[in-house]
């Protein structure tokens, strides 16, 4: 919505300056979208005298032009314009100035051998219309030098205001002003909404038969105007916020839907056959509307018809045949309040643009209809002379009053902070609202305010006129620090876990929640698996169980576009079943092809990826998470869609907190993945929660004594888990043992069938003396027998 500072004033009576009124607009909701100061941008366009206009010596079509200007002297100027001659004035752009119609600068140039310093220029060059057959021409009487700006009525400043679509009522300047005036920016100036009295019935009636489309139509004739240029004032505000005059008649239509959001539209009497009926449009009826487009209409538009057929789209636009030209003599004026849902509907299924279809669809004030009537009328007496009839109704006004229950402490409850009771009613008196009782009181909004429909809409206008920069800033941390984490338990080893993945160099992947029951099936999907009832796909009808088959298939594609050695992942939920303990959440990776890109420094980066590997990143989660790994039990009962010999599971006695291991051949085949793949999942939920002590965490103390390693190689089952042994290793002293580990299987000669060698170091700490050779032999025999007894195993000599 665009208008000018002297336009506002002609409706507020204010002492603000421009900034202080381009804030409180924003303040009130009326957001400053930009703001031009045009006599800046203008500056050098001024009024110049042409003394001379003489053929061009080598161009039929050209003049060159002596052009005498105030500030730059006597200058001549290479001018095409048929119009250009001897003794007028016109407007002169020097060299270096912006021309904003051709976003050009102007440069000193040589035309057919005529040196050109300047342009006089058109009205599409300067942006006021598309004219451009001749230069601009003033009035003689203006003073060379004069600024373009204050001839066209430009150098105002030019507001322009980003409207939300439930403010129709400021697609007026009134509104505007009315906005302005309750937030204490000034005071609204009244204006004549007097009746203009009539005399004699309308020769031309008016029936409705679409109601619903046109509840009210308000009509009047005018006879004997003379309908030629509007007044240089009308022309000036038009032309400042970009509307190009067109005849007076026109032109006060155009003022009052800019001016009192009232669209109006105007008939030339004389061309309509018979009177006006409004129905429903039959579909295929053409109409050459007054935007030079011709349309075929779509059953169901509210159409203005005579009895030659349709007229104009009601509230949208109107036809050629029956609009006002320069010789028309007898005008029937339309007032009319259209349904808002039917204009938008037409607007939208007809492809039309027009200032009154953005008001009408968005609910115009109908009690404003006469009141529209009577100020377009006398607009036009002044204007255009002429004898006027009485108004012809047909319909009703619409109901719009409603009564709104408001409670004063509710603003307060709703917004944050406290307005005084006296406060809130002089908004809403200021407003137009009328306000009945004593609290709660029963508020009617003004009919210009459709949009006001409930009790957080009457909070809304209080908050708004005392302005929103006035809400008081609330922290959205508390004075006090937190205590907690504001982050839940599921989020902290979701972002963990993430973290813990990433570093060991592999790749977050986002994949679907679903996918074919097929696969689903091989991964652990069962018959009450949560299965979509309207799937995006027939191959993607299930919920995954699992996030291995997604990230498989990514590793897949990938295989096949030559990237093979992929680390992918993912965290998210899967689905076992559909009651509502049936989702876990899940951190699950893969890997497949070598562990590492190939370096000669590197050993271990020609090797394929195996089931240590998906266990270690399994760990890394689980640490990272705060799982006790140390504690942790390895068992070989992962579920089938892993190798049967290599994987396992991680446990917490009953608990499954893991699972890893290669991907089972016979998976792979199905699924069409011809390298081999890796993978783990780790239940994020079933991590224990950390033991909360007491006492504060220790910092790092270093021993004083240096540790003691020791090997050991025993005999055991090929079935016992090394896991197994080195628990039981570093259970025979917990005080003095520290740590165990496996550094060697040896399987062959000298190993008896069914057996194997486990080598295992133990690191022994001291904490308070060195141990003796007696104190070592003693822990080292307490070590084998542990050993012996939790795996029956043997020391192999």
């Not at 009192?260 to 009177?275: I, T, W």
């Not at 006002?324 to 007032?335: G, I, L, Q, S």
Request: proline share 5%.
């Amino acid at each position: 919505m665009k208008f000018t500072l002297s336009w506002l004033k002609r409706h507020l009576d204010t002492d603000a300056s421009l900034e202080e009124i381009c804030d409180k607009l924003t303040a009130i909701g009326l957001e400053l979208e930009g703001l031009e100061d045009r006599a800046a941008l203008f500056a050098p366009f001024t009024v110049a005298h042409v003394e001379a206009a003489e053929k061009h010596p080598d161009a039929d079509k050209l003049k060159v032009c002596t052009v005498k200007t105030k500030d730059h002297g006597t200058l001549q100027v290479v001018c095409g314009a048929p119009n250009a001659r001897t003794g007028m004035k016109g407007i002169f752009a020097p060299e270096g100035s912006y021309i904003p119609g051709s976003d050009m600068t102007l440069k000193k140039g040589v035309i057919r051998g005529v040196e050109s310093c300047g342009m006089l220029v058109s009205e599409r060059e300067m942006g006021l219309s598309d004219e451009h057959e001749g230069i601009i021409e003033v009035d003689e009487a203006l003073e060379i030098g004069t600024p373009f700006a204050n001839v066209f009525g430009l150098g105002d400043p030019l507001i322009d205001i980003a409207l939300t679509p439930n403010r129709v009522d400021c697609a007026g300047v009134r509104g505007i002003a009315r906005d302005l005036a309750a937030s204490g920016l000034g005071t609204l100036i009244d204006q004549d909404e007097s009746a203009v009295k009539g005399k004699g019935k309308c020769p031309v009636d008016v029936k409705i038969e679409d109601k619903d489309g046109c509840p009210l139509f308000i009509g009047r004739m005018i006879k004997n105007v003379k309908n030629g240029p509007s007044p240089d004032w009308l022309q000036q505000m038009l032309t400042s916020i970009g509307l190009r005059p067109i005849s007076a008649l026109v032109d006060i239509t155009n003022l009052m839907n800019i001016d009192q959001c009232r669209p109006l539209h105007v008939f030339d009497a004389d061309n309509l056959k018979g009177n006006i009926t409004v129905r429903e449009t039959k579909k295929g009826e053409k109409i050459e509307a007054l935007n030079d487009k011709t349309y075929t209409s779509e059953a169901g538009a509210v159409g203005i018809c005579d009895d030659s057929g349709l007229l104009a789209f009601g509230g949208i636009v109107g036809g050629v045949p029956t609009g006002c030209t320069e010789d028309t003599v007898n005008v029937f004026v339309e007032a009319a309040y259209f349904n808002p849902m039917r204009i938008a509907r037409t607007g939208r299924d007809m492809q039309i643009e027009s200032d009154a279809r953005y008001r009408f669809e968005r609910g115009i004030d109908p009690e404003f209809t006469t009141t529209g009537m009577e100020m377009a009328t006398r607009l036009i007496v002044e204007l255009c002379g002429g004898e006027v009839s009485e108004t012809v109704t047909a319909g009703k006004m619409p109901d719009w009053k409603r009564e709104i229950e408001h409670d004063p402490d509710f603003v307060e409850k709703l917004a944050g902070f406290d307005v005084p009771e006296e406060k809130q009613l002089e908004i809403f008196a200021s407003l137009g609202f009328e306000v009945k009782g004593k609290g709660p009181y029963k508020v009617t909004p003004p009919p210009w305010r459709g949009d006001v429909q409930g009790k957080p809409d009457l909070v809304e206008e209080i908050i708004r006129i005392i302005g929103y920069d006035h809400i008081p800033p609330v922290s959205v941390r508390p004075d006090d620090a937190i205590r907690h984490s504001a982050e839940t338990q599921n989020l902290t080893r979701t972002r963990k876990a993430r973290t813990s993945l990433a570093a060991r160099g592999l790749d977050e992947c986002v994949t679907w929640s679903f996918m074919s029951k097929d696969l689903a099936g091989q991964f652990g999907s069962n018959d009450n698996a949560l299965t979509l009832t309207n799937p995006i796909s027939s191959e993607l009808d299930q919920m995954r169980p699992s996030l291995l088959p997604n990230l498989i298939e990514a590793a897949g594609r990938n295989h096949d576009r030559g990237f093979s050695d992929v680390a992918l992942c993912e965290v998210g939920p899967q689905f076992q079943s559909v009651k509502p303990d049936g989702q876990q959440f899940v951190a699950a990776g893969i890997r497949a092809g070598a562990y590492a890109d190939r370096h000669w420094t590197d050993s271990d980066a020609n090797r394929e990826v195996n089931a240590f590997d998906a266990k270690a990143d399994a760990m890394a989660v689980l640490e990272s998470c705060g799982a006790p790994s140390a504690s942790l039990q390895v068992s070989r009962d992962a579920p089938d869609y892993y190798h049967p010999g290599r994987s396992g599971t991680l446990k917490l006695g009953p608990n499954v907190l893991a699972q890893f291991g290669e991907i089972h051949p016979a998976v792979l085949e199905d699924m069409d993945i011809k390298t081999p793949v890796v993978g783990f999942e780790v239940y994020l939920q079933n991590i224990p929660e950390a033991r909360k002590k007491g006492t504060a965490k220790k910092l790092l103390e270093l021993p004083p004594l240096q540790a003691v390693s020791r090997d050991f190689a025993f005999l055991v089952d090929q079935d016992v888990g090394a896991s197994d042994m080195i628990r039981a290793a570093k259970g025979a002293d917990k005080n003095l043992i520290t740590d165990a580990s496996v550094f060697d299987i040896y399987t062959g000669k000298g190993v008896e069938d069914g057996k194997k060698s486990v080598a295992l170091n133990v690191m022994i700490q001291p904490a308070d003396k060195t141990l003796t050779d007696e104190e070592l032999e003693a822990l080292a025999q307490k070590i084998t027998d542990n050993v012996a007894s939790k795996t029956g195993g043997t020391l192999r000599g």
